[in-house]
């Protein structure tokens, strides 16, 4: 039972990349779910949430207005859309699931592999 962050790359500062969640062996909308960002040398900062239950959904403060998390129940997905992308959102992001609505990442399980984001002209 894993979560699978995917669609990084290389993106442009002022450009957009998509980043989807996937799960193996279990229903992501039953879970909070959890956008996570490393930078090297760092710990996992949260980045956004989506609730279980009403979608409610919560951004870090140097997100708000640039990223959107959505999820798509009928394909067991979880996307974070990622616009007018800056040189500091340049890290190694993570999606991981939570019985409970924290921005904590301890508070967070079945965490799977990370997805690079690059920010470079």
């Known amino acids: 039972v894993q979560l699978q962050a995917f669609g990084g790359g290389l993106v442009q500062p002022g450009g957009s990349l998509r980043l989807s969640c996937a799960a193996s062996?279990?229903?992501?909308?039953?879970?909070?779910i959890g956008w996570f960002r490393q930078d090297p040398g760092n710990e996992h900062k949260v980045v956004s949430l989506i609730s279980s239950k009403d979608d409610t959904t919560y951004y870090e403060d140097s997100v708000k207005g640039r990223f959107t998390v959505s999820r798509d129940n009928s394909k067991n997905m979880v996307y974070l859309q990622m616009n007018n992308v800056k040189p500091e959102d340049a890290a190694v992001y993570y999606c991981?699931?939570?019985?409970?609505?924290?921005?904590?990442?301890?508070?967070?399980?079945?965490w799977g592999r990370g997805t690079l984001v690059t920010v470079s002209s």
């Open positions: 991981a699931a939570s019985w409970l609505w924290s921005v904590y990442p301890s508070h967070y399980d079945n």
């Open positions: 062996g279990f229903t992501l909308h039953y879970y909070a």
